[in-house]
């Protein structure tokens, strides 16, 4: 889970949008506090497939495979 600071407004947006799209991997009712790792990790891997405006559409994994592709042009075996 992200923190952010009570009285910094624009760290608690980026917080909440985390929050809604956690809860769009799991229900209002289910507890963060009964989760296997297997289950965060799903969860992560789908906070991080969702496309995000800041990356201009991307998700985080493909802006960061677009990234990595800046410096090692040819495929790494």
Same mark, same amino acid.
């Given at each position: 889970?992200?923190?952010?600071?009570?009285?910094?407004?624009?760290?608690?947006?980026?917080?909440? *949008?985390?929050?809604?799209?956690?809860?769009?991997?799991?229900?209002?009712?289910?507890?963060? *506090?009964?989760?296997?790792?297997?289950?965060?990790?799903?969860?992560?891997?789908?906070?991080?497939?969702?496309?995000?405006?800041?990356?201009?559409?991307?998700?985080?994994?493909?802006?960061?495979? *677009?990234?990595?592709?800046?410096?090692?042009?040819?495929?790494?075996?």
């Amino acid at each position: 889970m992200s923190l952010c600071d009570p009285y910094c407004s624009p760290k608690k947006m980026h917080v909440e *949008n985390k929050r809604l799209l956690l809860r769009h991997a799991m229900s209002k009712s289910t507890s963060f *506090n009964i989760l296997r790792q297997e289950q965060e990790d799903r969860m992560r891997s789908h906070v991080s497939s969702y496309p995000k405006p800041s990356l201009g559409g991307k998700a985080p994994h493909d802006a960061f495979v *677009n990234a990595l592709r800046l410096f090692f042009p040819t495929p790494i075996l």
